[in-house]
C-alpha cells in the first residue's frame, strides 16, 4: 500500500519501499510499487553503494547515482538498473531518530526533483514510517496477548480479570469450570454480578478495586459440575488490584484474581484433626486406666508386690509416662 501511494504520489511508476532486517545492515524486505518483481536476489547491504548508509542516517532525501553499467549492478541499485533510470532519490523513513527503511524513486534521466516534491516525499515518509511502527507494534502486542492466554490456558490455577466497573476482561478455562461458566457464554465486557454463581467471589472483587490493596479468603464455591458429590469446593482466592497511569498519579483499573483449589488440603486437614482427636480421646483414656491400676497395685492397694513385681511395674510406669508426654507432643 506504500509503495502504491508514493507511485501516485511522485508520479512515477519507479517506486519501492524498503525495510532495514533486525540488525540493520541490510534492507531485508524491499516491495515495489503496483505489484512489479524487485530484482534483488536476496537482502540488500547497506555498504552497497557505500553512501547507501550515509543516506539511510542523514533523514534527508539524497540522490544516488546509478554506476555504469560496466561495473555492475549489486544491492538496491539493482532497483536502477531494472527500471532503466540513472538515480535513485533515497528517502529515509525514521522512527525515534533512528532509520526502520526507506522509500526509493526512480530518477529518470534529465529529470530534477523540486524542493518541494522532496518535501512531499519526506512527509510522506515520516506517516510510511509512522504506519509500519504502529503495524509492528500491533503485531508484537497480538503475540504477546497470544502468549499470555497460552500461560493462562497451562497453568493449573484459575485466573480472571476485571475492570474497574467491574466487567469481565478475561477468564482462563480453568477459572470457568470451577465456577460453571458455559463455554459459549459471552465473557469479555460481561458484569461479574449475574454472570458468576459465587456470591463471595463477587464481594471480593468489589471489595479489592474499592480499597486499592491485595486480599486473601478461602471461598466456598457451589457451581454446576464443580465437584462429584454435589459438595461445594474450596478455593484460595488472591485478589490484587491493577493500577493504571493517570495525570492525577496512579489509579486501580482493575482486578487479578487467582483461585487455587484447596479442597484436597483442607480435606487432608479435616483428616488431620480427626486424627488428632483419636489420639487424644481412644489412646489416652485406656492410658490413664493403665497407669492409674499400675499406681494402686505399687500402693499395696491389692495386697503385697514382691520386689520383682514393683522393678517390673515400676518399668510400665515409666513407659507409661513417656507415652503420655508423646500424645501430648502430638
Not at 51 to 65: D, I, M, N, T, V
Not at 120 to 148: I, M, Q
Not at 278 to 298: A, C, M, N, Q, R
Amino acid at each position: 500500500t506504500i509503495a502504491d501511494r508514493l507511485s501516485r504520489l511522485v508520479e512515477s511508476p519507479n517506486c519501492a519501499v524498503a525495510l532495514l532486517d533486525s540488525d540493520r545492515r541490510a534492507l531485508g524486505t524491499v516491495i515495489a510499487a503496483n505489484g512489479a518483481p524487485t530484482p534483488l536476489a536476496g537482502p540488500a547491504p547497506l555498504n552497497e553503494p557505500a553512501s547507501l548508509r550515509e543516506a539511510l542516517y542523514s533523514g534527508r532525501s539524497q540522490l544516488l547515482a546509478s554506476p555504469p553499467a560496466g561495473n555492475g549492478q549489486s544491492g538496491v541499485m539493482a532497483l536502477a538498473h531494472a527500471w532503466s533510470v540513472p538515480a535513485l532519490e533515497v528517502t529515509p523513513m525514521m522512527v525515534r531518530g533512528q532509520p526502520i527503511g526507506a522509500l526509493l524513486v526512480g530518477v529518470a534521466e534529465g529529470e530534477q526533483r523540486s524542493p518541494l516534491e522532496r518535501g512531499l516525499s519526506e512527509s510522506f515518509a515520516y506517516f510510511a514510517a509512522t504506519a509500519v511502527e504502529n503495524a509492528r507494534l500491533y503485531g508484537d502486542a497480538a503475540d504477546k496477548r497470544r502468549e499470555l492466554e497460552a500461560v493462562l490456558a497451562g497453568i493449573g490455577d484459575g485466573v480472571l480479570v476485571t475492570d474497574i466497573e467491574g466487567r469481565l476482561a478475561l477468564m482462563n478455562p480453568v477459572a470457568g469450570r470451577a465456577l460453571g461458566v458455559a463455554p459459549d457464554a459471552p465473557l469479555p465486557g460481561a458484569p461479574v454480578r449475574g454472570l458468576l454463581p459465587a456470591e463471595e467471589l463477587v464481594d471480593l472483587l468489589e471489595e479489592t478495586a474499592a480499597a486499592g490493596r491485595v486480599f486473601i479468603r478461602e471461598l466456598p464455591i457451589a457451581a454446576a459440575g464443580s465437584a462429584s458429590d454435589g459438595q461445594p469446593r474450596t478455593f484460595q482466592a488472591l485478589a490484587a488490584p491493577l493500577f493504571r497511569a493517570t495525570e492525577s498519579g496512579e489509579q486501580v483499573g482493575g482486578v487479578v484474581v487467582v483461585l487455587r483449589d484447596i479442597t484436597a488440603q483442607k480435606e487432608l486437614e479435616r483428616m488431620k484433626s480427626n486424627f488428632l482427636s483419636v489420639v487424644s480421646h481412644e489412646l489416652k483414656t485406656p492410658l490413664h486406666s493403665i497407669k492409674g491400676f499400675v499406681d494402686i497395685i505399687l500402693m499395696g492397694k491389692t495386697g503385697p508386690v514382691t520386689d520383682l513385681q514393683r522393678d517390673f511395674l515400676g518399668t510400665v510406669q515409666e513407659q507409661t509416662g513417656h507415652l503420655q508426654r508423646l500424645i501430648e507432643d502430638l
